[in-house]
């Protein structure tokens, strides 16, 4: 049974840093496209980054552009965000997901094949 378990999150002043991990098992790793998606209170699951299935790719919502950064290392099956200069809105829960297409990456979160739990961050202003 596929799962990826995020971890990471916590309660954070506004400026500071966080990073988040996501750690997949029984998966395939190398051969997803990884995304990270985020829920605020009262709001809908918003598209934050992706990554291609070698890393090579990336692409951020303009909202995180030049704060976040997303990575992986796929010897340890293992998908990462680092938050830096945190805002209040991105409280939110954070999940982490999986899309086995081959060329790409989606914003669309119906896309995504396999979800996480989530994990909550928490911008303090």
């Known amino acids: 049974q596929v799962q990826l378990v995020e971890s990471g999150g916590g309660l954070v002043q506004a400026g500071g840093s966080l990073r988040l991990s996501c750690a997949a098992s029984?998966?395939?790793?190398?051969?997803?496209?990884m995304g990270w998606f985020r829920q605020g209170p009262g709001k809908e699951r918003e598209f934050v980054t992706a990554i291609s299935r070698s890393g090579g790719r990336t692409y951020y919502a303009d909202s995180v552009k030049g704060r976040f950064t997303i990575s992986r290392d796929n010897a340890k099956k293992t998908l990462y965000l680092q938050m830096d200069s945190l805002k209040f809105e991105a409280t939110a829960v954070y999940y982490c997901?999986?899309?086995?297409?081959?060329?790409?990456?989606?914003?669309?979160?119906?896309?995504?094949?396999?979800w996480g739990q989530g994990t909550q961050v928490t911008v303090s202003s």
């Open positions: 997901a999986a899309d086995s297409r081959l060329y790409g990456a989606s914003s669309q979160y119906t896309e995504y094949d396999y």
């Open positions: 029984e998966l395939t790793f190398s051969s997803y496209t």
